[in-house]
């Protein structure tokens, strides 16, 4: 069974604090994404990688940043986190973009 | 601008009935479509899909979809609602530039009632 984990179910942090959210999949998937998930608003997409050590912007990629160092794993890390930044983080493989993506259970992340 | 729209926030369907959700997208060339399905408190689970080929795609669960090139919709499709049916629906569609991405719509949250 294919999947897709996520390190959190859900986070806690403070404003100011550097985060990170880590991804890991297991079908050696070339593609792997980080969303955010906001009432009203659906996905957009913050980062996305194709390969090992590659990195793309999406839609809002602001006050974020990604690492991909190897490929069954994509790390997103909030710099310094604000209270903007509360949301749900979805995290998804692809091996093309022909095809469907996978998602993982996704983290609840909330800034005081 | 290459986009995807929900029209519905929410749909209410009683159970049993017949069930749409509707989807229209605006892309440049040949779309590649997708349904997803979110139920509480879980990630997004694929549905079905239409890269190319037959108009009606079939898909997990019961769920059908019907590719409409004139109308640029994608509109999900059950003939029999169930009340497990109940979450929040996303249709994507694959951006055809150099980035290669998908675009999600904003979901929309369907009720079986029983």
């Known amino acids: 069974d294919v999947k897709v984990t996520q390190s959190s179910r859900y986070l806690v942090k403070r404003t100011g604090e550097k985060v990170f959210l880590e991804c890991v999949q297991d079908m050696d998937h070339e593609n792997m994404f980080w969303y955010r998930q906001d009432p009203g608003l659906g996905l957009r997409l913050i980062y996305f990688?194709?390969?090992?050590?590659?990195?793309e912007k999406g839609d809002i990629p602001e006050g974020y940043s990604v690492s991909r160092e190897k490929k069954e794993r994509f790390s997103l890390i909030l710099e310094s986190a604000s209270t903007n930044q509360t949301s749900m983080y979805l995290c998804?493989?692809?091996?093309?973009?022909?095809?469907?993506?996978?998602f993982g259970p996704g983290t609840r992340l909330t800034v005081l | 601008a290459q986009s995807v729209a929900q029209p519905e926030d929410q749909v209410n369907v009683a159970e049993g009935n017949p069930l749409t959700v509707k989807c229209t997208y605006s892309?440049?060339?040949?779309?590649?479509l997708f349904w997803y399905v979110q139920y509480p408190n879980r990630g997004l689970q694929f549905l079905l899909k239409?890269?190319?080929?037959?108009?009606l795609v079939k898909g997990s669960y019961g769920f059908e979809a019907e590719f409409n090139k004139s109308q640029t919709s994608f509109h999900l499709k059950k003939p029999s609602a169930l009340v497990s049916d109940s979450a929040l629906y996303f249709c994507a569609v694959r951006v055809l530039n150099r980035d290669d991405k998908i675009i999600f719509g904003k979901g929309t949250r369907l009720h079986i009632l029983p």
């Open positions: 990688s194709y390969d090992v050590k590659m990195k």
């Open positions: 892309v440049s060339g040949n779309p590649y």
């Open positions: 998804a493989s692809s091996s093309s973009s022909y095809n469907e993506q996978f």
């Open positions: 239409y890269i190319t080929g037959d108009n």
